[in-house]
């Protein structure tokens, strides 16, 4: 059973540019939190998908966005990247199944490490 | 708003030590509480939870931690650190404002180092 799934592992962009990451979900999961990590910083969160819609967005700005898929899969994309945007990108999924939802606890992939220079 | 307070961003202990890790938090409900851990270069894996029910809870890798609703905390030990314990280890709190759709509020992290 495959876990949490992101893509790519590493990648380098120049400032002003954009971005895509993409994860799946595991098995019998529904829902996609992304989480952006500063250096030497607790995960922040960005926002959650459910339904393919935006459910809730923490606090970043609007060049950040996302997207769901019917397959549940999701993609993270960040325009005009600023220096500030270098951070291990996190996907975190959530199961299907409420008494499992309820507790809030998510799977996490190995993320997405993103260098802007 | 929750919150999570993790004091010192780093600790150090000795092989076969006594691990401590501390956690505070702050929830205006009663709280979920998460223990996760981060070896360099991956995701988080969770160690353990607290939802309802006992109040000391056992996670993988012999870790283990109590909630105390008094002292609104959620401090992680480990009665004796080994070597492969040397990771970041982060506390959180599930966002049950927002119902269950909520999501994780993480602390800034400990990093633990294990010398031999």
């Known amino acids: 059973d495959a876990g949490v799934t992101q893509s790519p592992t590493h990648l380098i962009k120049t400032r002003g540019q954009q971005v895509t990451l993409r994860c799946s979900p595991k098995?019998?999961?529904?829902?996609v939190s992304w989480y952006q990590q500063a250096l030497g910083q607790g995960p922040q969160f960005i926002f959650q998908?459910?339904?393919?819609?935006?459910?809730q967005r923490g606090n970043f700005p609007d060049r950040f966005s996302g997207h769901q898929f019917p397959n549940y899969s999701s993609e993270l994309n960040v325009n005009a990247l600023l220096l500030g945007d270098s951070a291990l990108y996190l996907c975190?999924?959530?199961?299907?199944?409420?008494?499992?939802?309820?507790?809030?606890?998510?799977?996490f992939g190995e993320g997405s490490r993103l260098t802007v220079l | 708003a929750q919150s999570v307070t993790q004091l010192g961003s780093h600790v150090s202990v000795s092989e076969g030590a006594l691990v401590l890790l501390r956690c505070n938090y702050s929830?205006?409900?009663?709280?979920?509480l998460f223990w996760y851990v981060q070896y360099p270069n991956q995701g988080l894996q969770l160690l353990l939870k607290?939802?309802?029910?006992?109040?000391l809870v056992k996670g993988i890798n012999g870790f283990e931690a109590e909630f105390k609703k008094s002292e609104t905390s959620f401090h992680l030990t480990k009665p004796s650190a080994h070597m492969s314990d040397a990771a970041e280890y982060f506390c959180?709190?599930?966002?049950?404002?927002?119902?269950?759709?909520?999501?994780?509020?993480f602390g800034k992290g400990t990093k633990l180092s294990v010398k031999p």
């Open positions: 975190a999924s959530r199961p299907f199944a409420l008494a499992d939802r309820k507790t809030g606890e998510l799977f």
């Open positions: 098995s019998g999961h529904d829902t």
């Open positions: 998908y459910y339904e393919e819609e935006e459910r």
């Open positions: 929830s205006s409900v009663p709280p979920y």
């Open positions: 607290y939802t309802t029910g006992a109040t």
């Open positions: 959180a709190v599930s966002d049950r404002v927002k119902g269950s759709q909520g999501n994780l509020i």
